[in-house]
């Protein structure tokens, strides 16, 4: 079947993988750097966590304060507002 019919109107389009299929070494290099990325972050964030949370239940004020500031700076600032300081600030 060459064409489709949809409605009176014909799709007459093949998908081409080709371009896939030659570039697939490469795409399989950005899974195992988006894998390897994905683990690091989770290694490190798993202590900074767990640092504010302790330092949010704890009896001494200012560390309290500083890290319900941090908490509050990253969850009422929009995400790309954080990725523009991060890229163009740092």
């Known amino acids: 079947m060459d064409a489709l019919n949809f409605g009176g109107l014909l799709a007459a389009y093949e998908f081409d993988f080709s371009a896939i299929w030659e570039q697939f070494p490469e795409l399989l ?13 989770m290694v490190l964030s798993l202590p900074l966590g767990l640092g504010v949370a302790f330092a949010r239940r704890s009896r001494f004020g200012p560390l309290r304060w500083v890290a319900y500031a941090y908490t509050e700076l ?11 300081f991060t890229f163009f600030a740092l």
């Open 74 to 84: 990253f969850r009422t600032t929009p995400l790309l507002v954080q990725i523009f």
């Open 29 to 41: 290099k950005g899974l195992w750097v988006t894998i390897a990325l994905t683990v690091t972050v």
